[in-house]
T-cell receptor
Framework: GAGVSQSPSNKVTEKGKDVELRCDPI?????LYWYRQSLGQGLEFLIY????????KSGLPSDRFSAERTGGSVSTLTIQRTQQEDSAVYLC?????????????FGSGTRLTVV | GDSVTQMEGPVTLSEEAFLTINCTYT??????LFWYVQYPGEGLQLLLK?????DKGSNKGFEATYRKETTSFHLEKGSVQVSDSAVYFC???????????FGTGTRLTIIP
């Protein structure tokens, strides 16, 4: 598509439930990133996919968080047993292999609220 | 590890005022530096970037100069407009690292 698409745009869930957040990157972009934007915390790196390489999961805050990228395109971020501190805006970005960090295009994010 | 420290907000200015948002960084090697902007209800957009010392990035009247001696990348604009109201993020990417390290963001509000 023309841009990075994220769904849902808003999600309210009860504490303890699992949630899935979806990201559709720009067609042809091989790199895909997930970041978390918490109030007063800035943007926090979560995970990075590049082509068929093993993902860089170094930013995932706990084992309740996982992500996959199917067919080198769509990515799903899953949070199990959600906690209130998981409330944040989850941002996805994609980039071409050639541009790397210079070519990020961000989606509008998913605002997650855990009640 | 790499880090970015940004001027804390919120910042409120009158239209046509001069703007400076401070940004300093800590990084090994020679990072590339970025300013991103997030307008209300929208995703982050790249505003400008600089890839080596003394480079000046510029866009939409905003400028920032990569100062290696002071490890800074301050954002400036000579005359702000109401439409510049947004959250501004300073960020860096280090050589060979695809990840961006962001500052905490500075919320800017311009009043007519």
């Amino acid at each position: 598509g023309a841009g990075v698409s994220q769904s849902p745009s808003n999600k309210v869930t009860e504490k303890g439930k699992d949630v899935e957040l979806r990201c559709d990157p720009i067609s042809g972009h091989t790199a895909l990133y997930w970041y978390r934007q918490s109030l007063g915390q800035g943007l926090e790196f979560l995970i990075y996919f590049q082509g068929n390489s093993a993902p860089d999961k170094s930013g995932l805050p706990s084992d309740r968080f996982s992500a996959e990228r199917t067919g080198g395109s769509v990515s799903t971020l899953t949070i199990q047993r959600t906690q209130q501190e998981d409330s944040a805006v989850y941002l996805c970005a994609s980039s071409s292999a050639r541009q790397g960090a210079y070519g990020y295009t961000f989606g509008s994010g998913t605002r997650l609220t855990v009640v | 590890g790499d880090s970015v420290t940004q001027m804390e907000g919120p910042v409120t200015l009158s239209e046509e005022a001069f703007l400076t948002i401070n940004c300093t960084y800590t990084a090994t090697g020679y990072p590339s530096l970025f300013w991103y902007v997030q307008y209300p209800g929208e995703g982050l957009q790249l505003l400008l970037k600089a890839t080596k010392a003394d480079d000046k990035g510029s866009n939409k009247g905003f400028e920032a100069t990569y100062r290696k001696e002071t490890t800074s990348f301050h954002l400036e604009k000579g005359s702000v407009q109401v439409s510049d109201s947004a959250v501004y993020f300073c960020a860096l990417s280090n050589f060979g690292n695809e990840k961006l390290t962001f500052g905490t963001g500075t919320r800017l509000t311009i009043i007519p």
